[in-house]
């Protein structure tokens, strides 16, 4: 059975282990099964809405519930787990995603969807930190969470788009969901040539790294980042249908934006070494200000779509520098490995915050809550920099 064995600090790519591409691709692409949902929400859940199965205020909960199940699936599996017999775990992970998703697809009120979605999170949450763990042992963990987030962008713009033009429409959500089920039990031939073993990162094992106020106001402006998108993508649909704009048309623009977070994360890819984390992270933040005011004020389609597609190409774009700002906060690389979580918290606490604000129909106080949380994330950056210079002036 191969595993990732230990090596010395020389060891090419890797701070520890070395993973064959094959390897590294099939962890990959495991985390990237457990994030499908984050790209196919708008899709699903807006069909979930418009089946009425689920009420704006149900909608938001079941979006919440799941989002901080994988944040907290995540952490849990990356912080408190050791990183052995990956293979099985991986493959244990995707049957029960699967049997969640099926439980999804049969559930019959929205306590049970709850109680399926937060299952399938936890699940989820393991298997994004199959990838993650891997990732943080890399000496390019920028690159190679840029392909990350590139391979997950890709199989969730294709399934939008196949969800959305023909699944859906024949079989409503559950339909939807089904297929989720089958890609799950179709990544079981991926998951066990993922490494068996992961090499040990030369570290303490425990959280007091990331008890420190740098890791934490780090951690926050990613928090803040997600809540920003994550309120806005979850009401898309319904932003829409407020504008005039069909569900079905909706579901082009989650396609496309999808396609433009693929661009975004291949930007970043080429890029990350050029352009310094910090400016990258204040100019997107200024951008996702400026998107959510476009989103509140009754745009037209075109505007519409437009808004969409700039906030797909943002969103992943960030993420090799958000990852470069928590190696900054930490060197010894445990705040990266709670990157993911507080990624995945702040997408699930963003739509139940803003459902708050919702006043009957009208959807427009999303995106202003959405802005809010994009200036909150520069504002953590600006305190974690405050925070460094004076910290380096004591040293």
Same mark, same amino acid.
Request: hydrophobic share 60%.
């Given at each position: ?41 708008? #899709? ?9 199965? #689920?009420?704006?205020?149900? /909608? ?66 393991? *298997? ?32 939008? /788009? ?48 990331? /008890? ?74 200024? #951008? ?49 490995? *709670? ?43 600006? /305190? ?12």
């Amino acid at each position: 059975m191969t595993s990732v064995r230990n090596a010395d600090a020389g060891n090419g790519d890797w701070l520890v282990g070395n993973p064959t591409a094959a390897q590294l691709a099939s962890a990959l692409w495991i985390g990237s099964v457990g994030l499908l949902i984050l790209g196919l929400q708008p #899709v699903l859940l807006g069909a979930l809405y418009t089946e009425g199965h #689920v009420s704006g205020d149900e /909608l938001a909960l079941v979006a919440t519930a799941e989002m901080i199940a994988i944040g907290i699936g995540s952490a849990v599996v990356a912080m408190l787990l050791p990183a052995r017999n990956m293979r099985w775990k991986s493959a244990i992970l995707l049957v029960l995603l699967a049997l969640a998703n099926w439980a999804t697809a049969y559930a019959v009120n929205p306590n049970s969807l709850i109680g399926a979605r937060t299952v399938a999170g936890l699940a989820e949450g393991g *298997l994004v930190a199959v990838a993650t763990e891997l990732i943080a042992r890399s000496r390019r963990a920028e690159r190679i969470g840029g392909y990350f987030v590139t391979i997950q962008t890709l199989a969730q713009c294709a399934l939008a /788009l196949l969800l959305a033009l023909y699944v859906i429409p024949a079989a409503g959500s559950a339909g939807g969901f089904i297929v989720l089920a089958v890609v799950c039990i179709a990544s079981l031939a991926v998951a066990f040539i993922v490494p068996d073993n992961y090499a040990d990162l030369p570290k303490e094992e425990n959280f007091g790294n990331v /008890l420190t106020v740098p890791s934490i106001t780090a951690l926050l402006c990613v928090f803040c980042y997600f809540m920003f998108f994550g309120s806005v993508w979850a009401f898309l649909e319904p932003l829409g249908a407020q504008y005039g704009i069909d569900g079905r048309t909706v579901g082009l623009i989650v396609s496309a934006s999808l396609a433009i977070q693929v661009l975004g994360a291949m930007t970043a890819t080429v890029f990350e070494a050029r352009i310094d984390y910090r400016f990258a992270i204040v100019a997107i933040g200024v #951008v996702a200000v400026a998107c959510s005011a476009v989103l509140a004020s009754s745009p037209s389609l075109t505007i519409f779509w437009a808004a969409a597609l700039v906030m797909g190409f943002i969103l992943l774009f960030i993420v090799p520098y958000q990852i470069r700002l928590a190696i900054t906060a930490d060197e010894t690389r445990t705040a990266v490995l *709670l990157v993911p979580a507080a990624q995945l918290f702040g997408l699930a606490i963003g739509p139940i915050a803003a459902s708050l604000l919702i006043d009957g129909k009208d959807f427009r106080p999303v995106p202003e809550f959405a802005a809010a949380s994009a200036a909150a994330s520069v504002v953590m950056l600006s /305190l974690f920099i405050l925070v460094a210079r004076r910290r380096r002036a004591i040293a």
